[in-house]
């Protein structure tokens, strides 16, 4: 009776040691959310580098879900939560970070840096650029880690300003309108300038560059209830943008996309664009038939620009396991060499100043020298607009903006008041909220 007893008993033992074993041996499974925001090849570069990432070590698998475009990644990151099922990282609009933060949606970011006895607000303020600081930071707190970022520049096709005796790129807004009136060529189809103008970021990006470069703001960056919509500078910007197309006749009207646009350039019939640093890999890999050109964008009353792209953030709602291995991967995808190849095969700048410092950035630069003029811009760079109900707020001046150039006789004026108006209602719950005098 007891050899029957014995065997099931060994039996159990190695059936607990297979367990144990297996439990070691497995990884920790998280999901990473990330988006494909400019055009190009980056879904299937960004799932090359999951899998690198996932036979690189034993603890952690990476299962990456492609979400489309910044806007929609938030709106599928958010639901993810709802649904019980938090994302554990994310590729997020890194002017998302404060509205993210103030509905108590992502992590501190130190809830996974404690995995590396490290605090994630020294890393952010040492090792990236400073102008990522403020849109990765909300009250003082650090909730995101920068990952690609951008500014808009200015591509030309150098072919046409050859042959239309252009010397230089545009420093200035009369500049800018004196090239494009000699590049325009109605018989040929040939438009002067496009500027993006669609109501999924890219137009109010664009615009907000504008607005700064007239020497306004277009909102307040230490209170998140406040935008500047129908500042002077602001109708300034968006009478410009209107002038390009009815009176200058040097833009087409109607909203413009970036698809739109590059495919334009691409076939030669327009002479500038102000599009992302993110579309510059895009932008080389197909100008086949003349010169690119790239340069910062010209200045008004000053040279400014917002800083875009975007950050890593993680969602509330994910185990301590979880945690450890989003910080795994995240202080993997942001090393110095990951994240500078990210950069050359994309077009983004690194937002890790160390990345600069690598034999193949040195000699990726050295090589095209384009690809700096997104970090010579980075001492003209202010945070990118972020407020309570960012998107909301955001598309109450991007629905006017396709009004503007759809239309000449709505004023920018009139405009500038209805976009206003609009965010004010928006962000009235968070403005009541930050008024309240009495504390209990």
Same mark, same amino acid.
Request: aromatic share 12%.
């Given at each position: 009776?007891?050899? &029957?007893?014995?065997?099931?008993? #060994? ?34 570069? @960004?799932? +090359? ?13 990476? +299962? ?11 709106? $599928? ?22 509205? !993210? ?28 650029? &400073?102008?990522? *600081? ?13 990952? *690609? ?32 009136? $000699? ?91 102000? %599009? ?6 895009? @932008? ?16 008004? #009353? ?20 979880? $945690? ?8 993997? !995808?942001?090393?110095? #060499? ?13 937002? +890790?100043? =160390? ?15 384009? =690809?700096?003029?997104? %970090? ?19 598309? =109450?001046?991007?629905?006017?903006? =396709? ?17 206003? #108006? ?19």
């Amino acid at each position: 009776m007891l050899k &029957p007893l014995k065997q099931k008993l #060994q039996a159990l033992t190695v059936s607990v040691v297979l367990a144990f074993s297996g439990t070691a041996l497995a990884k920790e499974k998280i999901d990473f959310m990330f988006p494909a925001p400019v055009d190009g090849k980056l879904t299937m570069e @960004m799932t +090359r580098v999951i899998n690198v990432f996932n036979d690189s070590q034993q603890d952690v698998e990476v +299962r990456g879900i492609f979400t489309g475009n910044y806007d929609t990644t938030k709106i $599928k990151a958010e639901s993810a939560q709802k649904a019980g099922q938090p994302p554990a990282l994310v590729i997020m609009s890194a002017n998302f970070t404060t509205d !993210l933060a103030l509905k108590d949606e992502i992590l501190p970011m130190d809830e996974l840096f404690k995995f590396g006895n490290q605090k994630a607000g020294p890393f952010l303020l040492n090792e990236f650029w &400073p102008a990522m *600081h403020k849109n990765a930071q909300v009250m003082g707190v650090t909730y995101a880690i920068p990952f *690609h970022n951008s500014t808009p520049i200015l591509y030309y096709n150098k072919t046409l300003f050859d042959q239309a005796g252009i010397k230089q790129p545009p420093q200035t807004w009369a500049e800018l309108l004196a090239a494009a009136k $000699k590049l325009t060529d109605e018989s040929k189809g040939q438009w002067g300038i496009m500027l993006p103008s669609t109501n999924d970021d890219y137009g109010g990006w664009i615009f907000s560059a504008l607005v700064r470069a007239n020497g306004g703001k277009f909102f307040n960056e230490d209170y998140p209830g406040e935008v500047y919509y129908n500042a002077p500078s602001t109708i300034g910007a968006l009478r410009f943008w209107q002038d390009l197309i009815y009176k200058d006749n040097v833009m087409p009207s109607g909203v413009l996309n970036s698809k739109q646009i590059s495919a334009a350039f691409f076939s030669g019939k327009v002479g500038m664009a102000m %599009l992302s640093t993110g579309a510059l890999g895009f @932008m080389r890999e197909n100008t086949k038939d003349f010169e690119l050109g790239v340069a910062m964008l010209p200045a008004k #009353q000053q040279r400014a620009v917002p800083i875009g792209g975007a950050s890593l953030v993680s969602f509330k709602g994910i185990s301590d396991a979880q $945690k450890k291995a989003a910080y795994q991967f995240l202080t993997w !995808l942001v090393s110095p #060499q990951v994240n500078g190849e990210w950069s050359r095969f994309t077009g983004y700048f690194s937002p +890790r100043k =160390a990345s600069y410092d690598t034999p193949e950035m040195k000699a990726y630069l050295q090589q095209d020298p384009r =690809a700096a003029i997104a %970090l010579d811009q980075l001492k003209y760079a202010h945070p990118w607009y972020s407020t309570y109900e960012t998107v909301a707020v955001r598309k =109450a001046m991007e629905n006017q903006l =396709a009004a503007v150039v759809n239309d000449q006789q709505v004023t920018p004026e009139a405009a500038a008041n209805a976009a206003q #108006q609009e965010a004010d209602t928006l962000m009235k719950p968070y403005v009541e909220k930050t008024a309240l005098a009495d504390v209990k």
